[in-house]
């Protein structure tokens, strides 16, 4: 099976999460507007620019060079000290969003992650995927990013790092000929600054080069390191993502619907499927959800949410879809375009650590037993092998 493959990377991460945290603490300006930049000591003579905004870049300051000379050439430079902790402080934010879409998450930087989505997608597209999380970034964090998507790592990470800011960009093995190959040698993942000149000299000046390149012959120029180039410039990477598990704080899933839909009937159906594919997951971390929260977004692009307690914590679809489905039913107005509906569960807990009445228990041994039988199932033969028989009715 192929592998569904994403990478995260912050658009300006410190400069962006500074102007964030800026304007969340009462600042008027935002940094990212004017001629910024995040700086070194420039009084311990150190100082270098580690971040600039696009208003710096249009200066000509580049990232590295010393903040005397980005003065130069634009005296009305607005330079601002690097603060780990605040960095520290959105990297865990996005981190945390991530966590709701797979628990494979791999860290490769302050700025950037990797995401194993393959066991994911349920019947969604990983493409869907990224537009909703670049999305969910933009909205709930207050910063952008880029994101590249493709079957392996390699691959994604070159796929971000295409035109920025706010973008996603694909980078399937049938793209590699038209997308990368054209690109600089030097652009490639991995290949050190030494590295390029001596390629130059062997006539290898574009990726396209390397991969055509005779393989034995850059291996015996480089070593290791030269199959592992070659190896690059023509997609191969069988690298795994590599996590480290961590349980969600919450679950959720939405979707943008092809057409807009204004039946009630029609949305508690999609209500329905997105629910399965929520308490699907959250029962594979042994959790369970205290709180349901339903958001709708009208076709006018005006988001609506509404978010009720559960009775009873738990992780079973038909109780999660009850309680869901009434949060529809209340905030719902008849004849309005609905474009998005999305479902996400709150508050969970170690599904162990509930102690239950003897009543509660058994109407909650019945529900576990069904869901445990269609879960298995899908394991088994697939996601869409089994559905609820409200959503079988409905097709």
């Avoid at 990232?63 to 865990?92: L, W």
């Avoid at 493709?150 to 994604?156: F, G, P």
């Avoid at 055509?212 to 410039?233: C, P, Q, S, T, V």
Wanted: net charge positive.
């Amino acid at each position: 099976m192929d592998r569904k493959i994403l990478h995260i990377d912050v658009n300006n991460a410190f400069l962006s999460w500074l102007a964030v945290y800026k304007l969340k603490n009462g600042e008027t300006v935002d940094i990212r507007t004017i001629p910024a930049i995040i700086g070194g000591d420039e009084e311990a003579r150190k100082g270098i620019v580690l971040a600039k905004s696009m208003k710096a870049k249009e200066f000509g300051i580049v990232t590295g060079e010393p903040i005397y000379q980005a003065k130069r050439k634009c005296p009305q430079i607005q330079v601002f000290k690097g603060n780990f902790e605040i960095y520290r402080e959105y990297s865990n934010k996005l981190y945390k969003l991530l966590l709701e879409y797979t628990d494979k998450i791999e860290r490769f930087s302050i700025d950037e992650c990797f995401l194993d989505m393959t066991e994911y997608l349920m019947k969604d597209t990983l493409e869907n995927k990224a537009k909703e999380i670049k999305r969910r970034v933009k909205e709930e964090l207050g910063f952008t990013v880029n994101i590249g998507l493709s079957s392996n790592k390699l691959l994604a990470k070159m796929a971000s790092d295409f035109e920025k800011p706010d973008k996603i960009h694909t980078l399937y093995p049938n793209e590699i000929q038209n997308k990368m190959w054209n690109l600089k040698v030097s652009e490639l993942f991995m290949l050190g600054r030494k590295t390029v000149p001596t390629l130059y000299n062997m006539g290898i000046k574009t990726i396209g080069d390397l991969a055509k390149a005779d393989r034995n012959l850059i291996i015996k120029k480089f070593g290791k390191h030269g199959n592992l180039m070659w190896e690059y410039a023509n997609g191969i990477d069988n690298s795994e993502v590599n996590y480290k598990y961590e349980k969600p704080k919450g679950v959720g899933n939405s979707i943008t619907l092809p057409m807009d839909v204004c039946n009630i009937e029609k949305l508690e159906e999609i209500l329905l499927e997105l629910t399965e594919q929520v308490t699907y997951r959250l029962r594979k971390y042994e959790l369970i959800a205290n709180s349901v929260n339903v958001q709708l977004r009208t076709k006018e692009f005006k988001d609506f949410s509404h978010q009720g307690k559960l009775d009873v914590a738990t992780s079973s679809t038909k109780q999660i879809y009850a309680k869901a489905k009434k949060l529809l039913e209340e905030m719902y107005k008849e004849g309005t375009f609905i474009r998005l509906v999305g479902v996400r569960v709150d508050n969970l807990e170690e599904k162990e650590r509930r102690q239950l009445s003897l009543f509660e228990d058994n109407e909650k041994k019945k529900l576990d037993k069904i869901d445990k039988v269609m879960d298995s199932l899908k394991d088994k033969y697939g996601y869409d092998s089994i559905i609820y028989a409200g959503r079988l009715k409905k097709k």
